[in-house]
């Protein structure tokens, strides 16, 4: 495990907050708020002038979606994985899509089905395949890639959102994609919603990107101020406050699309060296417990953040991806944490790699009650379903979380994978020892090629839960492989 980061003060209010400077020093880009090296810290604070950037390059991107509206294209199958898709995933469904928007699937799954779910929805009508990636070598959409691309690339169109230089991006220019947008690479993945990878999403959906991008640019007006009625202040100083006194679940009582952003947001800024905040996407109902505090909007709560407009006006959510960014940066002072580093994701990769590679290690089934027999106290319970996002498993995901709640009296968070794995599995490993990993795998998987690799879907999501099992259990966290979450 990685040093403890050096902090200059204990932080715990935005009085604290504010007497140590922290608005001024993040604006700055003064790393010394959160660590004593630079590393993964001076290269990943873009996001705070990427508004007032992207509405520069609002022509090019408008003049993209005019190229593909000149292809007769009516489908996007987005794929991506975490914050290459979460915020793609949101727009999709929120009220904010355009009269005549083009339709729109977002892939972000390994599972066999998934992929044959997208493949029938492309052969419906004219598509583009947007593979949308910054290290341009994420092994879920790089497969992704080559599989449409075996199968469509005769009659479809192709367009790629990812850093410049990356593998993804010198392959989409050597096979002449019909968009390549080039990622600013100073902002990670999941403070990526307002850069390309966002914006293009939105412009292809019929989004009204210039009001979304200025509400962002009005929030980050508002909060540049070190006071306490600076926003984000006070929620980041609510956030870390109540980690550092025990209260570390945060239930995000929210439209549920905009919740599933903001878990990747804060699970994984804030999961790591041992603390984190748990987002717990939710109702008062999960905020019963002495180890939670509840922010919603427009339903009381420890903060109430007004009018629940996220998902229906778009300089409503430009303004709220802000103030959470900087709020979630700020938490990460408060937890003397570097909230923009990873450093726990990778095991699993390297993990899923090795499984690849040869035959998975068998790993035992236990019933559901004894894996739950002794979750001890302020712990929680992480539902990890490797299994079809619209298969009976998944769709049924949020009873299963309700009922082990009911049951257990702990905060109970439910995610499909591989998702999960670029979104919350980061404070799964490197945060609190205090949650329990219940694992289930789809047990019939139908083989499915990817074209020039030596494996199928089929191998890569088997290989991705026995890596993550073996990442859980190496840090020495509670894993159990169960065959049904019905409690």
């Known amino acids: 495990m990685p040093s403890r980061p050096f902090y200059t003060a204990a932080v715990y209010s935005c009085d604290d907050l504010i007497a140590n400077h922290a608005i001024r020093r993040l604006f700055d880009g003064d790393f010394t708020l959160w660590s004593e090296s630079p590393t993964e810290i001076t290269n990943r604070l873009g996001w705070l002038t990427e508004p007032a950037a992207m509405i520069d390059r609002i022509p090019d991107v408008r003049s993209f979606v005019d190229a593909v509206r000149a292809h007769n294209i009516d489908r996007v199958v987005w794929c991506g994985m975490g914050g290459s898709s979460l915020f793609p995933e949101l727009l999709a469904a929120s009220e904010l899509i355009g009269a005549e928007p083009i339709q729109f699937r977002v892939l972000d799954s390994s599972h066999p089905h998934a992929v044959l779910s997208a493949h029938g929805f492309a052969d419906e009508g004219n598509t583009l395949f947007v593979c949308a990636s910054k290290s341009g070598g994420t092994i879920e959409t790089r497969s992704h890639l080559e599989y449409f691309w075996h199968h469509f690339h005769a009659n479809a169109q192709f367009a790629a959102v990812t850093d410049a230089g990356s593998a993804l991006d010198g392959i989409a220019r050597e096979r002449n994609f019909l968009g390549v947008f080039n990622a600013n690479p100073n902002i990670g993945g999941r403070y990526s919603a307002l850069s390309h990878f966002g914006v293009v999403a939105a412009a292809l959906l019929d989004v009204d990107i210039s009001a979304m991008l200025g509400g962002a640019a009005a929030m980050l007006g508002q909060c540049s101020d070190s006071t306490d009625a600076n926003p984000a202040l006070q929620l980041g100083a609510l956030m870390g406050g109540a980690a550092r006194s025990g209260r570390d679940k945060l239930v995000l009582d929210c439209n549920r699309g905009f919740g599933a952003w903001l878990e990747q947001l804060i699970a ?79 095991a ?87 949650g329990i990993s219940l694992q289930i795998i789809d047990a019939d998987l139908v083989p499915l090629a990817v074209p020039g690799r030596p494996f199928g879907f089929d191998d890569l999501i088997r290989a991705q839960a026995a890596g993550d099992f073996e990442a859980l259990t190496h840090a020495g966290h509670r894993v159990f492989r169960v065959d049904s979450l019905n409690f």
């Not at 996220?310 to 408060?334: D, K, N, Y």
């Not at 996002?389 to 702990?410: F, K, Y």
């Open 268 to 346: 994984e800024s804030t999961g790591k060296l041992g603390l984190g905040i748990l987002p717990v996407p939710g109702t008062i109902d999960d905020a019963n417990g002495p180890d939670r505090v509840r922010v919603s909007y427009g339903r009381g709560g420890d903060m109430d953040l007004g009018t629940d407009r996220v998902t229906a006006l778009p300089e409503a959510l430009g303004a709220e991806i802000i103030r959470w960014e900087i709020a979630t940066a700020i938490a990460g002072a408060t937890l003397a944490i570097n909230p923009f580093d990873q450093p726990d994701v990778e």
């Open 348 to 434: 699993a990769k390297l993990a899923a790699g090795r499984a690849l590679d040869s035959t998975p290690a068998s790993i035992a089934v236990t019933e559901l009650h004894t894996a739950l027999a002794d979750p001890g106290p302020h712990g929680y319970v992480t539902l990890q379903a490797f299994v079809d996002p619209q298969g009976p498993v998944a769709l049924a995901l949020e009873a299963s979380r309700v009922a082990i709640r009911d049951a257990t009296g702990q905060a109970v968070t439910a995610a499909v994978g591989p998702r999960y794995l670029h979104s919350t599995g980061q404070l799964h490993k490197g945060g609190p020892n205090t």
